[in-house]
């Protein structure tokens, strides 16, 4: 399997470092508001390769951080007159809530930056014995002409940089791109005890030391966003490293953004749609065939004719499913095998991810593969059960376990066919009443409520309640 690495700018094969095990940590949320949909990509892409790597055989180990501390989380607190954690239990709650709507699997853990004080101050502290940190006045710096590999990762050059810097001269710093580990707070700021001053953590350290305390201090991947690679990856590769004196990461991945108009989905610029939004506009299967439909390096534009177009193809997957189901229920299976074999379109679709999550080709087998199946229901009205259920299996493990695109159709048409033996149910109690036969009406109240379903008697009729 080839991963490309943002670290080597190669395709590189895939040797985790303990396998079976794969460690991955991905950078989560600062959690001040909604997620935006761009930030919806970066965690579907996430959740399709960390479900592609459980589908290879690797026990995978999640991590994804939670930012709870930060300034743009302080500045809000203030603007409402609360107390930040009010802020963030609110959107952490809403986190998941769109996650869970979104069909994104849940991460292992969820370290969140407050709850690891003690470790980012240690690690802080190794930092400064290796003479690499510097407080000033309470403020602790990463010295970055000190890490000698500084750049390694975004390919830029410490004297470039110094030089195009934009970075605000800030005279307690001995070069304006050192970087904050600890931030001595400000009158009425959230801080914690520490050696330097009460103070809080830098966004960059929380993520070195979070990923540490989970996954050990080499890790199998660990990825983001493009915006993340400069600075907060090179500064975490740069803590990290020093204090360590061991590679960080072993493959770094990087997800392409989700603009608007060749712009990138951004809070700050105020070009975006929450999560939150789309979800009640779009199925989230259609959401997630969206963005499989690209390559995760790759930009994607925002487009509702698009994702138009994918809910209309989930219909495609959805449609040939039920079918496979009825003929398996319905036990229409006699013994003809079709000469085509389903383990082909498995190899293709496993060549496709094998290649650097190569995840539109792969769409385009499992495409290929309801074509090609609707074309055999059609021709043969009896089929072996080995092919029938090597098709549903296809559909449950692929289309389902790893892009998690199959609608939950079965549940829904569940859904209706209870609510439609209950109105039969009702009808037949009416029925015995008007034949004054009270004790079968009274049975099949009573038996309902047993069941959890209430019935309401009023003038226009009856309805019900599921408890
Ligand atoms: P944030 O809360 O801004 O730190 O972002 C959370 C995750 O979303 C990070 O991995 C970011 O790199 C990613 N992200 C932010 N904006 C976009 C975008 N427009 N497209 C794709 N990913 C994004
Ligand atoms: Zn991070």
Redesign the pocket.
Known sequence: MLIYNTLTKKKEEFKPLNPPYVTFY?????VYDY??I??G???IVSDIIRRYLIYKGYNVKFVMNL?DIDDKIINKANNENVDPKVITDKYISAFFEDINKMKIRKADVYPKATEHINEIISLIQKLEREGIAYNVNGDVFFDVGKFTAYGKLSGKKLDELESGSRVEIDERKSNPLDFALWKKAKEGEPCWDSPWSKGRPGWHIECSAMSCAHLGETIDIHA?????IFPHHENEIAQSEAANHKAFVKYWLH?????IKDE????SSGNFFTAREIVKKYPPEAIRLFFSQTHYRGPLSYSDELLEAAAKGLEKISNLYEELLNRISNNEIGGYKPEFQITSYVQKFEESMDDDFNSPKALAVIFDFIRDMNKELSIHEKLSAEFLNDGKEFFDKIIDGVFGILPDRKNNSSNELTEKLIYILIELRSKAKAERNYSLSDDIRDKLTELGITLKDSKSGTTFKIN
């Open positions: 991905m950078c989560g949320p600062t997620f935006h761009g930030n990509r970066s965690f930012t983001g966003g493009n915006d993340l997800f392409g953004f989700l603009n990138k989905m951004s809070k």
